[in-house]
């Protein structure tokens, strides 16, 4: 497994939530209490960005990859300047690295000590992605983790983890679904899922 050494974090690592973050949940607890809000349409709201409107620019960049050649070298040679390419960039993805998936490797992404994560290509973290029990063990057992995300490899598939830092963040490009060869890009973006660019998950096959 690959696992890179962390260096310095944006984030407070000495609790599961940063200052930011602590501050944010007050102020969501007082607007709350004042019925500014309402908790389910704001975590609903959450989840589409972190589902659905936050991955579309990783999925376009996966799409282009699979399609353009060119593009796909430049993205292993310099994830940071293709993905820029494209318009996607800003804090927190500076500095990219694109792992691709093979039919011998499969790449998998984790922050072991709070939660980095390329926001420029794939917006909110999930839940579970900042959560302690993914960080801990998915890098002393990444098989029995993927498992439980309902993927099964085969035994002789290589599963690197790579850990991302403040500096240095990932992008898995998985590997292109078979049936998609007469799709457009645009198509083939629809395939991709968040899940399939940390990691935890494949590209969807066309129905």
Excluded at 47 to 52: A, G, I
Aim: net charge negative; aromatic share 8%; with cysteine.
């Amino acid at each position: 497994m690959a696992h890179d050494g962390h260096h310095h974090h944006d984030e407070d690592e000495g609790s599961e939530l940063s200052p930011i973050a602590l501050r944010v949940k007050a102020l969501e607890s007082l607007l709350t209490e004042k019925g500014y809000i309402d908790p389910k349409a704001l975590d609903v709201l959450i989840e589409t960005y972190e589902t659905k409107i936050g991955p579309r620019n990783g999925a376009r960049v996966v799409a282009k990859a699979w399609t353009d050649e060119a593009f796909a070298d430049w993205l292993k040679r310099d994830a940071t300047a293709a993905i820029a390419s494209v318009g996607y960039e800003g804090r927190q993805g500076e500095h990219m690295v694109a792992l691709f998936n093979t039919p011998e490797t499969h790449n998998m992404v984790v922050c072991t000590l709070c939660s980095c994560y390329p926001w420029p290509v794939l917006g909110l973290p999930p839940v579970w992605y900042k959560s302690m029990p993914y960080r801990s063990r998915v890098v002393i057992e990444p098989r029995e983790v993927l498992k439980e995300f309902g993927i099964a490899l085969a035994e002789d598939k290589d599963v690197r983890v790579w850990d991302s830092t403040a500096e240095l963040r990932y992008l898995v490009i998985p590997e292109r679904p078979a049936g998609t060869e007469g799709l457009t890009e645009e198509q083939l973006a629809e395939l991709v899922t968040r899940d399939s660019m940390i990691g935890t998950g494949f590209a969807k096959t066309p129905q």
